[in-house]
């Protein structure tokens, strides 16, 4: 059985998950849940059928909760060990980062820029912006992770990137005829649907601590939308 191989970021051994080719067979992806990442070796990401994608939805939603962290500074390729070359590419959905093997031996992807890649995801718009900034204030830029105050911010002042997000609509187009979600889904407003996600978590927090005592009320202060919108459309395809 050959070793798995190491993340890019942690250098910890990725799991591997295997999903339906577009060809006969398998793509075997290595995937590092807590980086948030994807590694593909040459053309994997152009191999995948979408129910594959309705799989690797599924897998994500389920590990929604681990424990992340930051990717490092200066990313390894698992084959050859040489830094990965950091890029951008800009699709019709967005601008992503990349990063890429000098030697071509593959490229990692965090999760939101393989969605981004895949055309799943909108930018956000001014009036979504100015929403999220008056009731939610900070978020994760979904390109590089980095907390972004929406008060202040209207594009990452990191990587620069525009805010986008996992798009239902999106998805079940791109998945028609593969997913089990179906026609006409009507989605919350954009708002609305991350803060109540986020305000399910933060009962649940408050029970934990308040031991039969009260706890001021406290405003949404730091939101994922990368995690929020996996789990918005987990709940459109099962």
């Given at each position: 059985?050959?070793?798995?191989?190491r993340?890019?970021?942690?250098r910890?051994?990725?799991?591997?998950?295997a999903?339906?080719s577009?060809?006969?067979?398998?793509?075997?992806l290595?995937?590092c849940?807590?980086c948030?990442?994807?590694?593909?070796?040459?053309?994997?990401n152009?191999?995948?059928?979408?129910a594959?994608l309705?799989?690797?939805?599924g897998?994500?939603h389920?590990h929604r909760?681990?424990?992340?962290?930051?990717?490092a500074?200066?990313l390894?390729?698992?084959?050859?060990?040489r830094?990965?070359?950091?890029?951008?590419?800009v699709?019709?959905?967005?601008?992503?980062?990349?990063?890429r093997c000098?030697k071509?031996?593959?490229?990692?992807?965090t999760?939101?820029?393989f969605m981004?890649e895949?055309?799943?995801?909108?930018?956000l718009?001014?009036?979504?912006i100015?929403?999220?900034?008056r009731?939610?204030g900070?978020?994760?830029?979904?390109?590089?992770?980095?907390?972004?105050?929406l008060?202040?911010?209207?594009?990452?002042?990191?990587?620069?990137?525009?805010?986008?997000?996992?798009?239902?609509k999106?998805v079940?187009?791109?998945?028609?005829?593969?997913?089990k979600?179906?026609?006409?889904?009507?989605?919350?407003?954009?708002?609305?649907?991350l803060?109540?996600l986020?305000r399910?978590?933060?009962?649940?927090?408050?029970e934990?601590?308040?031991?039969?005592?009260?706890?001021?009320?406290?405003?949404v202060?730091?939101?994922?939308?990368w995690?929020?919108?996996v789990?918005?459309?987990?709940?459109?395809?099962?």
């Amino acid at each position: 059985m050959p070793t798995p191989a190491r993340c890019p970021s942690c250098r910890t051994p990725m799991a591997v998950h295997a999903f339906e080719s577009v060809s006969a067979g398998q793509v075997e992806l290595d995937i590092c849940f807590s980086c948030q990442g994807i590694w593909f070796e040459p053309q994997e990401n152009l191999k995948l059928r979408p129910a594959a994608l309705v799989a690797l939805f599924g897998l994500l939603h389920e590990h929604r909760d681990a424990q992340r962290q930051p990717l490092a500074q200066s990313l390894q390729c698992p084959h050859c060990s040489r830094s990965l070359t950091q890029g951008f590419d800009v699709v019709r959905s967005g601008r992503y980062i990349t990063f890429r093997c000098p030697k071509r031996d593959g490229r990692f992807s965090t999760f939101s820029s393989f969605m981004i890649e895949k055309g799943f995801v909108r930018q956000l718009t001014p009036p979504e912006i100015e929403d999220l900034a008056r009731r939610v204030g900070v978020i994760h830029c979904d390109s590089c992770g980095a907390p972004v105050d929406l008060r202040r911010d209207t594009s990452c002042p990191h990587c620069r990137c525009a805010f986008s997000l996992l798009d239902p609509k999106a998805v079940e187009q791109a998945l028609a005829g593969y997913a089990k979600a179906s026609a006409g889904v009507k989605m919350p407003e954009l708002a609305d649907a991350l803060v109540m996600l986020e305000r399910d978590r933060e009962k649940a927090r408050r029970e934990e601590k308040a031991q039969g005592g009260s706890l001021l009320n406290r405003e949404v202060q730091d939101v994922d939308l990368w995690e929020l919108g996996v789990s918005m459309v987990w709940k459109m395809l099962r």
